[in-house]
């Protein structure tokens, strides 16, 4: 069950969770507020009464807003990093590999909960705790992808962070073109068009150890 799912499980007023419920309840109504209104149009009324308690448990559990916000963010960019990583995970193939990467950044997108706005399309990216948080799990995506790269290749750290940064970036702005986009192209047709562009691109680098005529 999402946050969301559970805020929509918990939200009449009165009934007693417990702590790690309460809390992931308040993520939950938190990330609708925030998704709709931004950091700086939403209140913390607005969040208590999206969750159905009162503005003292919130603070409870909540210091201010902004640490709301970054504990969502918190949840978010973890779970960007961890379906990067299980997609790079799930096959041996490269082009496989590519795919299912390719996919994960889609489906992060397309999520209803629309958290992908917290982490790329945020309206506090000048606070510093947020650009760092966003920042970090651009590298660290970056790095997983990286990390396969410079096995398979033998290239350079340096190189391959430069090549996965790219491969990370490409998939980043081409998914939330698509999910602004009218949609005439589905989901999976974007991501067999993204594939075979990135791996016409990467397969150019020949296996580390296997000799090319």
């Known amino acids: 069950m999402t946050a969301i799912e ?28 925030f998704v709709a209104q931004g950091y700086h149009s939403a209140a913390m009324d607005d969040i208590a009464e999206r969750a159905g308690v009162s503005k003292p448990v919130l603070y409870q559990h909540f210091p201010g807003k902004l640490d709301l916000y970054l504990a969502l963010l918190d949840q978010h960019c973890e779970s960007l990093l961890q379906s990067v990583r299980t997609a790079l995970a799930s096959t041996t193939d490269n082009k496989q590999r590519v795919a299912a990467t390719m996919d994960a950044y889609f489906a992060y997108v397309e999520d209803e909960g629309g958290a992908f706005r917290l982490v790329f399309e945020s309206d506090l990216t000048n606070e510093g705790a947020v650009r760092e948080r966003v920042d970090r799990v651009t590298l660290q995506c970056a790095e997983a992808i990286c990390d396969v790269i410079a096995e398979d290749t033998g290239l350079s750290r340096g190189e391959s962070m430069l090549l996965a940064s790219g491969l990370g970036g490409l998939a980043q702005v081409v998914a939330r073109y698509w999910l602004h986009s009218d949609r005439s192209v589905s989901r999976d047709q974007a991501v067999q068009l993204l594939t075979s562009l990135a791996w016409r691109g990467i397969a150019g680098f020949p296996l580390h150890g296997i000799e090319h005529p």
């Open 6 to 33: 559970q805020t929509e499980a918990a939200r009449p007023r009165g009934t007693r969770l417990p702590r790690r419920a309460r809390r992931n309840q308040l993520l939950g109504a938190a990330q609708e507020v």
